[in-house]
């Protein structure tokens, strides 16, 4: 059966960095698309960053370009969510999700894999 497991989330202070892992069981991460969304209580989900298939290229949100950095290991069938100066606007149940979409998307409706997610806590 097909799924991410997430991990990597925690409380941290303002100004500190968190590495958020997704790992993919059941199929292979280097066919898809990957990204990143998050959901803060009351809001929408948004997309974070996202990386294509092959990793040739990658998006950010302009909330945290600059911060954020997404990664891929095809070894490992893991993609990472690097995230520096976090802030408390940053806190977030954090999600990965995959497409077959050739191209980088936060389309909701082209998601065919969404982990469940992962609780960042951004607060002093």
């Known amino acids: 059966q097909a799924q991410f497991v997430e991990s990597g989330g925690g409380l941290v202070q303002p100004g500190g960095s968190l590495r958020l892992s997704c790992a993919a069981s059941?199929?292979?991460?280097?066919?898809?698309?990957i990204s990143w969304f998050r959901q803060a209580p009351g809001k929408e989900r948004e997309g974070v960053s996202c990386?294509?298939?092959?990793?040739?290229?990658?998006i950010t949100a302009d909330s945290v370009k600059g911060r954020f950095t997404i990664s891929r290991d095809s070894a490992k069938n893991t993609v990472y969510l690097q995230m520096n100066s976090l802030k408390p606007d940053d806190t977030a149940v954090y999600y990965c999700?995959?497409?077959?979409?050739?191209?980088?998307?936060?389309?909701?409706?082209?998601?065919?894999?969404w982990g469940k997610g992962t609780l960042v806590t951004v607060s002093s």
């Open positions: 999700a995959a497409t077959r979409w050739r191209a980088c998307t936060f389309a909701h409706s082209l998601i065919d894999y």
């Open positions: 990386i294509s298939r092959l990793g040739e290229s990658a």
């Open positions: 059941g199929f292979t991460l280097d066919y898809y698309t």
